[in-house]
């Protein structure tokens, strides 16, 4: 994968049932909602982020998991600085000590080598899983979902999608949509 790394799908898609209904920006999901709620007021709606997969309001906050209060955070705060700790061995911090700019200009110029380096199975990893909550959400019930989901995460695409074949089009597509083209996840 190159530097850039491909972009992740973006905007909403709406489900009424197994039907999608809607995909784009958040005003458009929103407009066909309301439309689908005046024309069938009992049938459940439901909104996925498709760069995460995330079930989401249609307000386009994304359902919050399950999360404690952050604690107040030290560091540099306006300047985008967050202290943590980090532990490491006597001779990381003697090695680290001897570098130019000291301790944590390397940590950041590691760090950032790592980020750069593992691009691509970071997005890889992203794209399944977004592609797995989807997933969980939409087709959890259906015949083979056990098997699609091991297949999705061995990064098997061909099984995968002879597994999703009895599924509604709709859902394998979105899922399709979330994994990206072939070559990339």
């Known amino acids: 994968m190159t530097d850039h790394a491909s972009e992740f799908p973006s905007g909403l898609v709406l489900f009424q ?21 005046s024309a069938a007021p009992e ?16 307000e386009g906050r994304v359902e919050a998991e399950a999360a404690e209060p952050e604690p107040a955070r030290r560091g540099r705060p306006k300047l985008g600085v967050v202290a943590r700790e980090v532990t490491l061995l006597p001779r990381h911090w ?8 000291g301790a944590s200009v390397t940590l950041r110029k590691l760090v950032e080598q790592a980020r750069k380096a593992d691009a691509g199975a970071d997005e890889q990893r992203a794209r399944r899983e977004g ?4 997933m969980s959400a939409m087709a959890g ?17 061909g099984r995968l999608a002879s597994l999703m074949a009895p599924w509604p089009a709709d859902i394998v597509a979105t899922v399709e949509t979330l994994l990206g083209p072939e070559g990339e996840a």
């Open 17 to 37: 049932g197994a039907r999608k209904i809607a995909q784009g920006p958040l005003g458009e999901v929103q407009a066909k909602a309301l439309e689908a709620r």
């Open 43 to 58: 049938a459940p709606l439901l909104a996925f982020d498709l760069a995460t997969g995330r079930l989401t309001d249609l």
């Open 94 to 101: 003697d090695w680290l000590a001897q570098q130019p700019g």
């Open 131 to 134: 592609a797995y909550r989807f």
């Open 141 to 157: 019930d259906a015949a083979g979902f056990e098997e699609a989901s091991r297949a999705l995460f061995a990064g098997d695409r």
